[in-house]
């Protein structure tokens, strides 16, 4: 199967939100289930990835200025700001696709530099994306499988000796543990659908269930409600509480405040590539320089009221 490593098998942006299965019941997640726990040397509190002073520029474009800020182990941390503030360019900093122009991540104790996006996935991070990106004729177990597969470095005796017991009982463990990512997003009942059949809902939470299969201790995730209805928000929020409660961090890109303000911890602001705010919830909703980025400041204004 593949891996991050065979660029060949680089999953597809699945398009449009349609579904032959418009019937399937809405996903209910299953917090009986009891996922790997994640490991890290930083223990919980401290702080598990750090950006330092991360500047990113495009020819012209500066995406990142001189960005500071910190997740800490446990935490649910949002990063909002408007479109073009450089929210998505932060994860692909974090997740390799991108190297700082300046600046330095850490992440568990360790200094990303220039390792690729597989290394990085081995370390513990893992994403999603503002576009799904699934293997849209796979089925969804075989989905989770690969991003099981993306973790778990092949040796060299174990590809020779692919047809044997052992193979046959990693690949029938692995298959049990994807089931199970399945059950806790709550889409087991369509585990043998094909991806790209699946509802839109259902394609979302896979993705998410194919990261966590990744066995990440950072989890990060990009616009996650994109096209959500109110109440698929809120069976959101209760499955990114759920994976912060089996003892992940959770990094959050989301546009909705409503969802951010109500499963954050904390909260970092960038506009225009630049932090303008970090704090909780309530200290964020409350800052001036935070109000002025999202309702823009009447002419004449001053702009530094931060
Ligand atoms: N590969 C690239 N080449 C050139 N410019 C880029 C590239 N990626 C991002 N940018 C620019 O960097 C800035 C930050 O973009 P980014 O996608 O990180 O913003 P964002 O906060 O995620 O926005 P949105 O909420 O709209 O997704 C934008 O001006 C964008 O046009």
Redesign the pocket.
């Known amino acids: 199967m593949s891996t991050p490593d065979h660029p060949e098998l680089k999953p597809d942006a699945v398009e449009a939100p349609d579904s032959i299965l418009p019937d399937a019941p809405p996903p209910s997640i299953d917090e009986s289930v009891d996922l790997p726990e994640p490991e890290a040397h930083v223990s919980v509190g401290e702080k598990l990835l750090e950006m330092r002073n991360i500047t990113l520029r ?2 012209g ?1 500066t ?1 990142l200025d001189g960005v500071d800020f910190a997740i800490n182990r446990g935490e649910i941390l949002g990063l909002i ?1 408007p ?8 994860f692909n900093v974090m997740t390799g696709v991108y190297q700082p122009t300046d600046g330095t991540v850490w992440f568990d104790g360790k200094k990303l530099g220039r390792r690729k996006k597989y290394q990085i996935t081995r370390l513990g991070i893992a994403r999603t994306f ?1 576009n799904i990106r699934l293997f849209p004729e796979m089925s969804a177990l075989e989905n989770v499988m690969v991003g099981a597969d993306a973790r778990h470095k092949t040796s060299v005796p174990g590809a020779v000796f692919r047809l044997s017991p052992r193979h046959f009982r990693e690949e029938r463990e692995g298959r049990e543990r994807a089931m199970e990512l399945l059950r806790f997003v709550g889409i087991a009942d369509l585990a043998h659908a094909a991806a790209r059949n699946l509802p839109y809902g259902y394609q979302r939470r896979l993705e998410i269930a194919r990261a966590l299969a990744t066995e990440p201790t950072l989890l990060c995730l990009d616009e996650p409600a994109a096209g959500f209805n109110p109440a698929e928000k809120a069976e959101l929020m209760d499955l990114i509480r759920a994976i912060r409660d089996q003892g992940y961090t959770v990094l959050l ?1 989301e ?1 909705d405040m409503r969802l951010v303000m109500g499963v954050t911890d904390r909260i970092v602001v ?1 506009e225009f ?1 630049k932090k303008i705010a970090e704090g909780t919830p309530a200290e964020v909703r409350d800052n001036p320089a935070v109000i002025a980025a999202y309702l823009g400041v009447p002419e004449g204004e001053p702009t530094d009221v931060a």
């Open positions: 495009f020819g474009v995406a700001g479109n073009g503030a450089g929210k998505t360019t932060c503002q890109i546009h960038l590539g």
